[in-house]
């Protein structure tokens, strides 16, 4: 693939600006790789709420793969998933902390999920894929530019469902009644009856489902032009895998034991090779 | 005493039912999309949530009480939880693999996804801002995951009746099933009513 040797968009492999193009367009988290979708769902009720959210990831995303990339030779390979955790956490308390002092109306409509950052797929998946292998100043600039990626996508889909659900931009009556546009045009769009359902729940899943599909087709149309599209995502999640035939993992546990006797047991590499084995079949799977 | 029975009672529909943590919260979503593909498997998943949430909400709400309050380090909170998460599971998997491995053949492989599932810290941090008792919030955790339970189990045998049905290309897959959960979530509102 020469275009992986490139870099994104023709942009030398790893330079700040590739690395700010490849987050923000080639692998968008959102809309291409398809990961982190539980905040995509849950925030996306408002043009507003979507975008605090955003920035609130791209913060964390651009701090975390900083001091990750820094730390990334002192930490041991064998604890490097509890590590990881610890300066992702910390940083979302950071975050946690000045918005509860600074915006506490936008910390109150988001609650939960602003702590929940933490186990975002996107900033783990980021430090494990590309900070824990790189310098600084590309790590930083790739977690600008996912997390501005991730704001970018969940602002438009927060757009989305504010205007066809309640009417409204950025809290500003468009359509429906009370719209704020003059004359005749105002008139006509203040006839509009607002679809609730789409900034309740439901909605949430239906906008996502419209949108994976229409990324689908556009997979397609890249296929029939003999494009790679290796990278794009099947609308899962990071734990996305195949379960074993419980019959198998039987068999697999007595040869485990009789392997134990024989040496220790290591603890962390079990999370980390269910994590990661299966996915290929999977993606393949859903890929035809 | 009445009181607190039917106090709990109203923690555990509303919990599982009402506040569904998949349909109304979206928590939890990954395993929901991912392992909902056979009714047995998700069934196991939800049981192996069942018993880390409950757990879990025992253990963190235990913390914030006796540790975290007393010394003034609530903020600490979020890294607390998710160490103490990410610790419980490996201990429980270890636990279960030597001393009942009966249970650990049959949720041992759900265990290691649970870490990453984000209704567990969801659950706990809820508790914490609910101001719930200890008691209180292992019941709303064992709630929870039997909501979880409840969803996955459905979803997954609308999947299992889809399967073969001819879908137009480009909504085959994950498209499919976010429709589904959409209709699931509609039909989920139904129960506000209860509250």
């Given at each position: 693939m020469s275009e992986e040797r490139k870099g994104a ?17 080639v692998e968008?988290?959102?809309?291409v790789l ?184 556009v997979k397609f149309n890249l296929e029939k032009k003999g494009k790679d599209t290796s990278k794009f995502g ?49 993606s393949?799977?859903?890929n035809? | ?195």
């Amino acid at each position: 693939m020469s275009e992986e040797r490139k870099g994104a968009l023709g942009f030398k492999q790893d330079t700040p600006a590739e690395r700010f193009f490849n987050g923000l367009i080639v692998e968008n988290p959102t809309l291409v790789l398809m990961i982190g979708m539980c905040p995509t769902l849950a925030v996306t009720t408002s043009a507003i709420n979507g975008l605090t959210m955003g920035l609130a990831t791209t913060f964390v995303l651009a701090l975390s793969n900083a001091v990750i990339s820094l730390l990334r030779k002192v930490i041991p390979d064998t604890v490097r998933i509890p590590s990881f955790i610890v300066v992702i956490a910390s940083f979302v308390t950071l975050v946690q902390l000045v918005m509860q002092a600074y915006v506490p109306k936008m910390y109150e409509a988001l609650g939960v999920y602003i702590p929940l950052i933490v186990v975002n797929c996107i900033i783990f998946g980021r430090a494990e894929a590309y900070a824990s292998k790189n310098n600084i100043i590309p790590s930083f600039f790739d977690g600008i530019g996912m997390g501005l990626g991730f704001t970018c996508a969940i602002t438009v889909i927060g757009l989305f469902r504010e205007l066809i659900g309640g009417g409204t931009m950025f809290d500003v009556q468009i359509f429906g009644e009370g719209s704020v546009v003059p004359g005749a045009v105002g008139y006509f769009f203040s006839q509009y009856q607002p679809i609730r359902i789409f900034i309740q729940q439901a909605g949430a899943f239906i906008v996502l489902a419209v949108l994976i599909a229409i990324m689908n087709q556009v997979k397609f149309n890249l296929e029939k032009k003999g494009k790679d599209t290796s990278k794009f995502g099947v609308g899962g999640c990071c734990s996305d895998v195949e379960i074993k035939d419980p019959h198998k993992v039987k068999e697999e546990l007595l040869a485990k034991e009789k392997a134990a006797l024989e040496a220790k047991e290591t603890i962390k590499p079990d999370f980390k090779a269910a994590e990661k084995e299966p996915v290929p079949v999977n993606s393949k799977e859903e890929n035809k | 005493m009445t009181n607190t029975i039917v106090g709990l009672l109203s923690i555990m529909i509303t919990a599982s039912l009402v506040n569904n943590v998949v349909l109304s919260q979206f928590l939890g979503l990954c395993p929901f999309l991912g392992v909902s593909r056979k009714t047995e498997t998700a069934f196991g998943m939800g049981m192996a949530c069942v018993f880390v949430i409950s757990l879990a909400s025992l253990v963190t709400n235990a913390i914030y009480k006796f540790i975290l309050q007393p010394l003034d380090l609530s903020f600490l909170q979020t890294i607390v939880f998710i160490m103490v998460i990410a610790m419980l599971v490996q201990f429980v998997e270890m636990f279960l693999k030597k001393f009942v491995v009966s249970l650990y053949q049959s949720l041992g492989v759900y265990l290691p996804l649970i870490t990453t599932n984000c209704a567990v810290l969801g659950v706990a941090l809820n508790n914490v801002t609910d101001g719930y008792s200890l008691l209180e919030s292992t019941i709303c955790g064992f709630a929870t995951a039997v909501g979880f339970t409840i969803a996955i189990v459905i979803l997954a045998g609308i999947r299992e009746k889809i399967e073969f049905n001819d879908i137009p290309k480009p909504f085959r897959g994950m498209p499919t099933v976010l429709l589904a959960s959409a209709l699931m979530a509609i039909a989920f509102t139904g129960f506000s009513a209860l509250r």
